[in-house]
């Protein structure tokens, strides 16, 4: 299926911005070697599933928490962490569907 990613580029850019005051950068790379657990959420209508999926290195994991919940990065627990990463795929996916063409249904966030 060919995809227009311009609705996930958008949303990406406008929720990093807001939620974390970071600015993502656009292009292909290596995913992290120390990549903290994924979440993923499941956009579904009749004809398909789709699936957007989080995976982020520890560092920029542990900046994200930071910036969200106001704390300083050095009393950012895993736990923390990888909560704001669940929050993070949920915000996107739900931003996403406003963009979409067509209606989907959100799922919930799992790993």
Do not use: C, H
């Amino acid at each position: 299926m060919n995809l227009d990613l311009w609705p996930l580029e958008k949303t990406t850019s406008e929720v990093f911005e807001r939620m974390f005051y970071l600015f993502p950068v656009q292009g292909p790379g290596p995913l992290p070697q120390d990549a903290a657990a994924p979440w993923r959420i499941s956009l579904r209508n009749q004809e398909k599933t789709l699936f957007l999926r989080g995976v982020f290195g520890s560092e920029v994991a542990k900046t994200m928490a930071a910036n969200y919940l106001g704390l300083p990065e050095e009393e950012v627990t895993p736990i923390l962490a990888d909560l704001t990463l669940r929050e993070t795929v949920n915000v996107l996916a739900g931003n996403l569907l406003s963009l979409l063409a067509e209606p989907f249904e959100l799922g919930i966030p799992e790993k």
